[in-house]
């Protein structure tokens, strides 16, 4: 301090300030006064600091900048989209219905247990469809013998002993028992004639009781004139016989044609009633169908109106083929009236013949015998004709039954494979409604159980309208279980497997048209810590697809900077 105060004190005594000179630097010290001794400390003094802080701070701005530049360039950055969905198996749920009606008699399997394909499930009572079948078959196989019987007695004319044991075996009605012995007498009577014309028996096959008619038969020839006469009364009898027979047909036959008539006329009604409901029905449905899609309707109640014109149509179909079958039942009536009346009309012409012939025997018995005979013969002919036509008839009738009862075996045989309920999948059972004792409700939409395939789950996920247009087959995709936290499990590799090729409209859960979109999953399990996590079908899962993964941060950057932008010009 004194040694300033000497400098200064040698100093001038001037007040004025030295000023720089202005082509000289300046420096940490100026600018300064000079102090003279008194004033010594009323002068200012300014001291300027280096710069070296200043720079270091503006370098490390500068630096900072250029390496983020140079990182939002070349650093690569993931762009996804964000789904929601479930865990669903590749393979629909398979519910399992009752295709018949029943009761539930056993349930072999318990809900969650596995099974595997084909294994039985579950079984209906099927006692009442076994006593059926049974019932059935025998039906069948009496038809059968019958027609084969009848077929014999046509080709091989059987004696009367064994037509009598095939009729007390088959329990034949009366009116076929009746038809079967006329046709073994009519044959062995043809033969008895036969033996008269030619004169011998040597080619014959008779029996002794035929061979002892064919000798009362040759002696009664020569003393047939004397009962000429009572020939013609009695050919005269059946004459009546027969004229009233034909005037009671053709009574018959206009009484079947006005029934034939009524028929056609009650079924014309009714099919053009089940017409005009099932138009009814089709035109409630045509009005009904667009509310479906405006909301204000359930579909359920399309899918009933639907079913209401399908039975109206089904009843229109039964009401043809119905109507059809009791038309050309009673058209065959006629037509059986027609063939009756024809019989009649030729056996009234035979009669006549036969009347004519006997009033000619009486003048000449011996030359007309021989005639007389060949006429039985053709007449025992047709008559075998007229029993033959009937049986086959009746074998005709019998295949129709046969052919019914075929048909209905096979659907009682149906009926029975369809009492035993088998899975269609391997896979675990879910939600077993069947007990022993359940009867399954009438309208069969109902599942007994549900059956969960074993295959891959897969995750099904929705995509809004916005983002699908990015998503295409083959993306990958991080798949992330709500159930399980990523911090703890991670997630599950996938790649888009398929896309939904239109929009789902929005419903009471997702208020947004969406998109459906199939993952399929790398690993069906989650790992952590050692130990493997199954899956399980329902699940909900998070899914990130990877649509970009080569795009650099300063195109993300810059395209959100355009946005804004955008955004900006849009502001009025």
């Known amino acids: 301090m004194n040694r300033y105060q000497n400098d200064l004190s040698n100093s001038p005594q001037s007040e004025e300030p030295?000023?720089?000179?202005?082509?000289?630097?300046?420096?940490?010290?100026?600018?300064?006064?000079?102090?003279?001794p008194k004033r010594s400390f009323d002068r200012s003094v300014m001291l300027r600091q280096t710069p070296h802080w200043s720079r270091a701070v503006v370098g490390a701005i500068l630096g900072v900048t250029t390496i983020g530049l140079v990182w939002a360039n070349v650093a690569k950055i993931e762009q996804v989209i964000p789904a929601q969905g479930q865990l669903k198996p590749q393979g629909s749920v398979k519910e399992i219905q009752s295709p018949v009606n029943g009761v539930v008699q056993e349930v072999y399997v318990e809900d969650g247990e596995r099974v595997k394909k084909n294994q039985l499930l579950l079984k209906l009572d099927s006692t009442a469809s076994t006593a059926q079948l049974a019932s059935f078959k025998k039906?069948?196989?009496?038809?059968?013998?019958?027609?084969k019987f009848y077929q014999t007695l046509m080709e091989q004319s059987l004696d009367a002993a064994k037509v009598e044991q095939a009729i007390a075996r088959l329990k034949l009605p009366k009116e076929v028992a009746d038809l079967a012995r006329n046709r073994t007498s009519l044959v062995g009577e043809t033969r008895l004639f036969e033996g008269l014309v030619n004169e011998g028996t040597q080619a014959?096959?008779?029996?002794?009781?035929?061979?002892?008619?064919?000798?009362?038969?040759?002696?009664?020839?020569?003393?047939?004139?004397?009962?000429?006469?009572?020939?013609?009364?009695?050919?005269q009898k059946q004459l009546n016989q027969n004229q009233v027979q034909l005037a009671d047909a053709r009574v018959q036959l206009a009484k079947d044609k006005q029934v034939l008539e009524d028929i056609n006329v009650r079924n014309q009604l009714a099919q053009a009633q089940a017409r005009e409901s099932l138009r009814i029905e089709q035109e409630i449905l045509a009005d009904v169908s667009p509310l479906l899609e405006e909301g204000a309707i359930a579909k359920l109640q399309i899918k009933e109106q639907q079913q209401q014109v399908n039975d109206r149509y089904a009843a229109l179909v039964e009401q043809r083929g119905n109507g059809a079958i009791e038309y050309e039942q009673q058209q065959q009536q006629v037509q059986n009236r027609l063939a009756a009346i024809e019989q009649l009309l030729e056996e009234q012409q035979r009669l006549q013949l036969a009347i004519n012939q006997a009033q000619a025997q009486l003048t000449n018995t011996t030359a007309l015998a021989e005639r007389e005979i060949r006429d039985k013969i053709a007449d025992n002919q047709q008559k075998i004709a007229d029993i033959d036509s009937q049986l086959t008839k009746i074998v005709v009738?019998?295949?129709?039954?046969?052919?019914?009862?075929?048909?209905q075996i096979s659907s009682t045989q149906v009926t029975l494979k369809y009492q035993e309920l088998r899975s269609p999948v391997a896979g675990t059972v879910f939600d077993l409604q069947a007990s022993p004792g359940f009867?399954?409700?009438?309208?069969?939409?109902?599942?007994?159980?549900?059956?969960?395939?074993?295959?891959?789950?897969?995750?099904?996920v929705n995509v809004t309208n916005q983002d699908i247009g990015f998503v295409r087959q083959g993306m990958k995709s991080d798949v992330r279980i709500d159930s399980f936290p990523f911090s703890e499990f991670g997630d599950i590799k996938g790649e888009v497997l398929s896309i939904g090729s239109d929009a789902l409209p929005p419903d009471d859960i997702d208020r947004y048209y969406r998109f459906p979109v199939t993952v399929q999953l790398d690993s069906q399990l989650l790992e952590t810590n050692g130990r493997e996590i199954p899956l399980q079908s329902g699940m909900s899962v998070s899914v990130n697809i990877k649509v970009r993964e080569e795009r650099t941060v300063i195109s993300l950057l810059t395209e959100l900077f355009t946005d804004k932008v955008e955004s900006l010009k849009q502001v009025r």
């Open 18 to 36: 030295i000023s720089p000179s202005l082509d000289s630097p300046p420096s940490s010290t100026w600018p300064l006064r000079r102090f003279s």
């Open 139 to 147: 039906i069948r196989q009496t038809l059968q013998q019958e027609n």
């Open 204 to 235: 014959l096959s008779l029996s002794p009781e035929q061979l002892a008619r064919l000798q009362a038969t040759r002696t009664e020839v020569v003393s047939r004139a004397t009962t000429a006469q009572l020939e013609v009364q009695k050919l």
């Open 397 to 407: 009738d019998n295949e129709k039954r046969i052919a019914e009862l075929d048909s």
């Open 439 to 460: 009867v399954p409700p009438p309208s069969q939409t109902e599942p007994l159980l549900k059956i969960v395939p074993d295959d891959h789950l897969v995750a099904e």
